[in-house]
């Protein structure tokens, strides 16, 4: 069996979305041996902080929360994508997934880009191939419940708060209640086309979101 970690290591100083409704990661050491005898530390996240998973109550008023995403969803065979090939901004189009999707029927796709190598560097959230806005419904359709990428989201960067569009594949999959698993890393070391998923969120009652271990079983 081998097991390969999924996700970005949570620390100060780390990426964060740079708006003002993404907070920036502060880690405070409280109990001190020598001291209180024990180490104990603060840590302030976000509830999109690294690897994280997006519950429909993100985009959609009123949508389910990370508390009420069942489990079954979030353990279980995923199919792996391989577009490492796209280019900075590149546009994913329809008939690129269906090319590598083939006949298959997945509950759970993770879309690699290996984009997860620009992690921390200034282009992270700028220059991240991404899906064409017609990818959604096609997907919906596909019959996906789980979108999982090692870029910051499925959406242009072109498309944000402030932008033409505001995140439509986003409101596409959210309202659909298809989560998306976000800032993957280490999507190369997996050999397989299909693999056991976990990805385990904090059970955050009313959550939008939450920071998630990732790890993918090969047997
Ligand atoms: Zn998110």
Redesign the pocket.
């Known amino acids: 069996m081998k097991i390969t970690d999924l996700s970005h290591p949570i620390h100060e100083g780390m990426t964060t979305?740079p708006v003002s409704w993404h907070p920036m990661v502060e880690i405070t050491q409280m109990g001190r041996h020598g001291v209180e005898a024990r180490e104990t530390r603060k840590v302030l996240l976000g509830?999109?902080t690294g690897t994280?998973?997006?519950a429909p109550s993100?985009f959609i008023e009123g949508g389910s929360t990370i508390d009420q995403i069942p489990l079954d969803l979030l353990v279980g065979e995923a199919l792996l994508i391989d577009l490492s090939y796209a280019k900075p901004n590149q546009e994913i189009q329809v008939a690129e997934l269906e090319k590598l999707i083939g006949a298959e029927r997945p509950k759970r796709l993770v879309l690699r880009f290996d984009w997860s190598d620009h992690w921390g560097k200034t282009d992270f959230y700028s220059g991240q191939p991404f899906l064409s806005e017609a990818c959604g419904p096609w997907l919906v359709n596909l019959g996906i419940k789980l979108l999982g990428l090692d870029t910051?989201?499925a959406d242009s960067p072109f498309h944000g708060r402030g932008c033409d569009k505001d995140s439509p594949l986003?409101k596409i999959f959210l309202s659909q209640g298809i989560i998306?698993l976000?800032?993957l890393t280490n999507l190369k070391k997996i050999s397989s086309r299909k693999f056991e998923l976990v990805a385990l969120p904090l059970n955050i009652l009313q959550g939008d979101?939450s920071p998630c271990r990732c790890i993918a079983i090969e047997r």
């Open positions: 979305f509830t999109h994280h998973l997006d993100h910051p989201q986003h998306q976000e800032y979101g």
